[in-house]
């Protein structure tokens, strides 16, 4: 390594970027915060913490104008892990700093890795329901089904982000190619004549005009993610169908034969398990309206591992299965329908592991100075 | 110095972008897999409409926000089944329960708590003339009958996912009416949506794609 570099490690290990990432950190979560108000939850989340760089719109330019939370999220990660590397040595004195400092490593790489990773879906079940799959309403797939087979679906599928790049898609196994000539991430629909794109060929498309809209960010609403898509068998066509998530009911195309089914749904996750809702509870408290809890019974069942149990879910109980934790989120339909939260985090157990590591660290050099403290007066 | 510092530097590193790469590899952009048929009892594939928890009840003090954060509205389609039909629900529609005369209700929420209804009724016979049946849902919105050189040119023949229909629009000055009328197998189907204008306009593409979901099985006894 070059004495370059060494020193420029050196420099970057200093305390002052931790203390200007730190200051960067409170900067964003302040207009990240009020930014709520006018965004809602989701699309400031989106927008100031799980992303490189907050853009603003001046003209028809997006301009990156201060440091996302990914950004100075690694770059704190980095600082500490440099300092950790060129400043610490692992002599007794300074061990109880030498675990605070990769506890804080830890929190930090657990929540990057926590942005990273993190899916978060609902299952909504109705009193009866089995669901063996969850639903992101914020990110849409568009799939092609085969539904030849009697017993099964063969599903492709192609998430939104995909077809947002744009080109010539081969989904494998599949005798064609998508072609996607347009992507909307919202947009109106309306009869044919009234102006917008159309360019479909084939399914209920060519009836439909399509305008372009501005991505909704409230919580309240969603998207109607659109897109123009062209079927190639090789060089040849088979024609553009029109699909969006407002249209719902599939159309088909058929190519060599077989008929497949496309639509755009929201992102679904398959679980080879099962979650059968038995029965849910909303109890109040006595001559209130007020909650006293909410509980779901529901039946597990995975045959691959010849398991069949009932549990309950409820506020703060939630249950964890095969590295998902299912919530009691929300409810409705006169009680007779209750929806899970499904949180699927690979990184979820870090924060606790640092805050271990953290408090321990904390104790070890408390008791370090403590002892020499007695040791110094006696 | 220099090979010591070198050492303690790179491995970490190298594993941080072991991590990274791992991180790419579960965001999966095309991917193609097998599921069991789904069947009528399995979990709604629709978000239901929910009134926001607020409205319900009152949540009890510390209990954190049960807001429509954790309930995104739904662009989800649903697949139903009533005797002799079915068909696949459009995103945002509600299923209203059937009734004696209704195979199929939904409510179609639109702007500013504005509504429509949407029903699907089976007759058996004729059940009326089209004529017939396109007057009496004119005089629901207060129009006066149609001659039938009129009602041939404002009727339109559709052919959805290969069932033939004929398919009636009509309005008044703040609601307005979608029909379709199917007759197959000594049954009439009639499809209708009425509600607001503007509502019942901005659902004419799902109408129609519904209409296009619509596979008729055996007939209901």
């Known amino acids: 390594m070059t004495l370059n570099l060494k020193r420029l490690l050196y420099r970057f290990a200093s305390v002052k970027y931790t203390l200007v990432f730190m200051a960067l950190a409170m900067i964003l979560v302040l207009i990240g915060t009020l930014a ?203 024609g553009i169908w029109l699909v969006a998530a407002g249209l719902g009911a599939p159309q088909s195309a058929t190519v060599n034969g077989v008929t497949y089914e496309l639509y755009i749904r929201p992102q679904r996750y398959y679980y080879p398990f099962t979650l059968t809702l038995r029965k849910f509870t909303h109890e109040l408290y006595p001559g209130t309206n007020i909650p006293k809890n909410f509980a779901s019974l529901v039946h597990l069942s995975h045959p691959a591992k010849n398991e069949s149990r009932e549990t309950l879910i409820y506020m703060n109980n939630p249950l964890r299965y095969e590295g998902k934790t299912f919530y009691q989120a929300s409810f409705g339909e006169n009680d007779t329908l209750s929806v899970l939260q499904v949180v699927d985090n690979p990184a979820a157990i870090t924060p606790y592991l640092s805050v271990i590591l953290v408090s321990l660290g904390l104790l070890i050099q408390f008791l370090f100075h403590l002892m020499a403290f007695v040791r110094k007066s006696a | 110095m220099g090979f010591y510092y070198n050492q303690r530097v790179q491995r970490p590193l190298f594993i941080l972008c072991l991590f990274l790469l791992a991180s790419c590899k579960r965001d999966s952009a095309v991917q193609s897999y097998r599921v069991a048929k789904e069947s009528p009892s399995d979990a709604s594939m629709s978000m239901p409409l929910l009134a926001p928890v607020s409205e319900q009840t009152e949540l009890p003090p510390g209990h954190p926000p049960i807001d429509s954060m954790t309930m995104p509205p739904s662009p989800a389609s649903n697949t139903l089944r009533a005797p002799g039909i079915h068909w696949t629900v459009p995103a945002g529609w509600k299923q209203q329960p059937p009734s004696s005369m209704r195979v199929g209700s939904f409510l179609i929420p639109g702007k500013n708590g504005k509504q429509a209804d949407m029903s699907i009724i089976p007759l058996a016979g004729e059940a009326g003339s089209d004529l017939e049946n396109v007057n009496r849902w004119r005089g629901q919105l207060g129009l006066e009958p149609t001659s039938p050189a009129v009602f041939a040119q404002q009727s339109e023949s559709i052919k959805p996912g290969g069932n033939s229909m004929l398919l009636v629009e009509f309005a008044n000055q703040n609601k307005r009416m979608l029909a379709a009328i199917c007759r197959r197998d000594q049954r009439a189907w009639f499809f209708k949506m009425m509600g607001d204008d503007a509502t019942v306009a901005a659902a004419k593409p799902a109408f129609l794609n519904f209409l296009s979901s619509v596979r008729f099985t055996a007939s209901p006894s």
């Open chain 1, 36 to 238: 709520q108000v006018q965004l809602g939850t989701y699309e400031a989340q989106k927008k100031y913490f799980d992303s490189w760089w907050v853009f603003t719109g001046v003209g028809q330019w997006d301009i990156p104008v201060f440091p996302g939370g990914l950004t100075i999220g690694l770059a704190w990660l980095l600082n500490l892990i440099v300092s950790f590397i060129t400043r610490f040595r692992p002599v007794r004195k300074d061990m109880g700093i030498f675990i605070s400092h990769a506890g804080l490593i830890l929190l930090l790489l657990g929540q990057f890795l926590t942005q990273l990773l993190a899916k978060e879906s609902q299952m909504p079940l109705r009193v009866g329901e089995t669901g063996h799959y969850s639903q992101d309403f914020r990110s849409m797939e568009l799939v092609l089904v085969d539904t030849s087979d009697p017993k099964q679906d063969q599903i492709t599928s192609v998430s939104d982000k995909r077809l947002m790049r744009g080109g010539e898609i081969q989904p494998p196994g599949l005798p064609f190619s998508i072609v996607v000539h347009r992507f909307y991430r919202n947009a109106e629909l309306s009869m044919k004549g009234e102006g917008g794109e159309r360019i479909a060929t084939q399914g209920i498309g060519p009836n439909i005009s399509v305008q372009a809209r501005l991505p909704v960010s409230t919580d309240e609403e969603s998207n109607n993610v659109t897109a123009f898509i062209e079927i190639k068998e090789g060089s040849k066509s088979r």
